[in-house]
Structures are given as C-alpha cells and as structure tokens.
C-alpha cells in the first residue's frame, strides 16, 4: 500500500522557521518524484518544491526560493522541507505528493488523481 504522512506544522511569527516531513512507504524511488505542495484558503494548489528520485534533482518554486528547501535521506522514504523566514503569505495547507516520473509537476497539478497524496499539514504565520 503506498502512503504518504506529513507532519512538523504549527503557528509559528514571522521569521521564525519550521521543517516538514513526509514518510513514505510502498513506493520505489526510482520510479517517482516526490513534492510538497501548498493550498492556502480561497486559492488553487501551488507547488513549492519537488525531488525526482532518479536522480535526486531538486526544484524550488520562485516564491520561495531562498527560503525554503527541499532534501531526503537516500532511500527518500522521508522528505523534508525546510522553511526559514517564514512569511504570512507561506500560510496555507502543505501537502506531500508521489507521482510517477512519466508526469511533470503541471500535469499533477491539473489532474491529482495522477498522484499519491498525504492528508496535510497546517502551517500559520502570524506577523
């Protein structure tokens, strides 16, 4: 069974830092890539950063970019995201997410049943 949980969320100020985890299990690395999305209230999935296990590539979203970043242990069933200097606009819902290397981070976006998704965890930065 492939599953993904996430956690490390909270309400932290402005500035402050946080780290999430996704656990994964039932996937094989080198067939997926794995992702941390964002929802915010009222808004449409965003990515924020996404490892390709074939070849541990990693991509940051230009919105955060210089502040967050994304890493996993070798067998990348744990990815992490780093998040310093948060801001009330990183306010949202982050999702962890798999998907087959065949698809790229838009198509998963438009169309999530291509991928395997953790519940979610909330992060609140308040000013």
């Known amino acids: 069974e492939r599953k993904l949980v996430e956690s490390g969320g909270g309400s932290v100020q402005v500035g402050e830092s946080l780290r999430l985890s996704c656990v994964l299990s039932?996937?094989?690395?080198?067939?997926?890539?794995v992702g941390w999305f964002r929802q915010a209230s009222g808004k449409e999935r965003e990515w924020v950063a996404y490892?390709?296990?074939?070849?541990?590539?990693?991509y940051i979203a230009d919105s955060v970019k210089g502040r967050f970043s994304i890493a996993s242990n070798n067998a990348m069933n744990t990815v992490y995201l780093q998040m310093n200097n948060l801001k009330p606009d990183d306010t949202a819902a982050y999702f962890c997410g798999a998907y087959n290397l065949i698809w790229n981070i838009q198509d998963v976006l438009k169309n999530p049943n291509f991928g395997y998704w953790g519940q979610g965890t909330q992060v609140t930065v308040s000013a």
């Open positions: 039932g996937f094989r690395k080198d067939d997926y890539t």
């Open positions: 490892i390709k296990g074939d070849d541990d590539s990693t």
